[in-house]
């Protein structure tokens, strides 16, 4: 990995990843590639990460100071991947509190928003910095801070007077009513898995799969604030197919429908990182 040319480092790389973790020294040599070019860092972080889980991780965390926004996001995102993540070790204690750093000084607020969901796994260690991101002066790593102390339930009840003003200052529909959910999820009068269900069969396959890939990538790529609208129209979107099903004479012209959509849907929402 010490090799100045880029194409014997990424070889290295791989064979880190099918083994070469076992090597004296290995996961040193990777972590050196995290001060590296953007590109070989980034794959850096992913090794140590996603292969070498958390102790991997204490490398990515010294790192994560990087001059570069691009990696910065990337190490956040790969340290809320952790494989083999214990919560109660010393280890994760540490990964959290570099991670809670990240989100209370990091300059670039896709950065903090990361933190925000990488953080979420730590349980009780992360809803004292979620507090905090209730006061950032992004709209959207208060929203997701929000979001995610709601996911946490009655564990997360300190959060409640915090939640309480987050509610009573925001001002827009949506992010009042991602609020508004997390307060009951905390307070338990909602189930924390809670909140709009697209399932259920139209009837159609190609339907099905088209708008159960469409749910996952709003879940999971569109920003939290759009995501309540997008799940109403999925939900309005079935409803329409499974009544337009009834009629035998109109699923196959439903089943081509889909597919165009799908394809549609795919290219427009490229741009998220929606796997489909």
């Known amino acids: 990995m ?36 953007d590109e070989l860092a ?47 070790s010393a280890e994760a204690a540490r990964t959290a509190a570099a991670l809670a750093r990240r989100l209370g000084t990091d300059s670039d607020p896709g950065v903090r928003e ?33 979001h995610h102390l709601g ?8 959060a409640l007077p915090a939640l309480r003003a987050h509610h009573k200052a925001t001002t827009n529909k949506v992010h009042r009513a991602i609020a508004a959910e997390a307060i009951q999820k905390v307070q338990g009068k909602m189930p924390v898995t809670a909140g709009l269900s697209t399932r259920g069969s139209t009837g159609v396959q190609e339907c099905d ?5 469409y749910e996952r990538c709003a879940k999971t790529g ?9 799940l109403r129209a999925i939900v309005q979107m079935r409803d329409a197919y499974r009544k337009a099903a009834r009629h035998p004479a109109a699923r196959k012209t439903l089943a081509k429908g889909c597919k165009m959509a799908e394809r549609a849907i795919k290219k427009a929402f490229k741009r998220y990182g929606c796997k489909w």
């Open 209 to 213: 799969t088209f708008l159960t890939k």
């Open 2 to 37: 010490r090799d100045p040319s880029k194409k014997p480092r990424r070889e290295a790389m791989h064979r880190f990843a099918v083994g070469g973790r076992k090597e004296p020294g290995a996961l040193g040599h990777l972590a050196t590639l995290l001060t590296e070019s």
């Open 222 to 230: 569109m920003p939290l604030a759009a995501r309540p609208a997008m």
């Open 42 to 88: 980034v794959a850096a972080a992913e090794q140590l990460c996603a292969t070498a889980g958390q102790a991997g991780a204490d490398h990515v965390t010294r790192a994560l100071d990087h001059s570069s926004v691009r990696v910065r996001l990337e190490l956040v995102r790969w340290l809320g991947k952790v494989r083999d993540l214990k919560a109660s």
């Open 151 to 158: 996911q946490m339930g009655v564990a997360a009840a300190r």
């Open 114 to 146: 990361l933190a925000v969901q990488s953080l979420s796994r730590h349980g009780d260690r992360a809803v004292d910095p979620l507090i905090g991101a209730l006061r950032d002066s992004a709209t959207g790593v208060r929203n997701i801070a929000a």
